[in-house]
């Protein structure tokens, strides 16, 4: 199964939160289990790191496998940010890894649950 984790877990725990690092050990060792995250997710951590975060954060990251995004994405993207975001704020790079869940099959861990609404994805809160 793959586990996609969305940027918020990923900033965390890079921040040091020991929460974050508990759930990622969990879907590490399990070995039903591949670590997966976003195109448009690996882009928010990679365009903000700082010149002195670049090894470890890119060490870090390489612990996850990056879907690609195509035109078949992309259009289930732009359909669940026209359906969800007058009522759930949902943004772009949300509605793309919703379409990617989607599309390549998952479960997805973020604390941004409202952001992802859709009935068509598997939504797990990363914690509580």
Do not use: C
């Amino acid at each position: 199964m793959r586990a996609y984790v969305d940027s918020d877990v990923l900033i965390w725990h890079l921040r040091g939160e020991h929460k974050a690092l508990n759930l990622l050990k969990k879907l590490r060792d399990s070995k039903k289990v591949e670590l997966w995250t976003g195109a448009m997710q690996r882009a928010e951590i990679v365009f903000f790191m700082r010149p002195l975060e670049e090894p470890a954060t890119l060490l870090f990251l390489s612990q996850f496998q990056t879907a690609a995004v195509d035109q078949q994405i992309i259009d289930a993207a732009g359909e669940f940010y026209r359906r969800w975001n007058p009522r759930n704020g949902i943004d772009i790079n949300d509605a793309i890894l919703a379409a990617t869940v989607q599309q390549t099959g998952g479960t997805l861990y973020t604390l941004n649950t409202r952001h992802f609404p859709m009935p068509e994805i598997s939504v797990r809160r990363a914690w509580k």
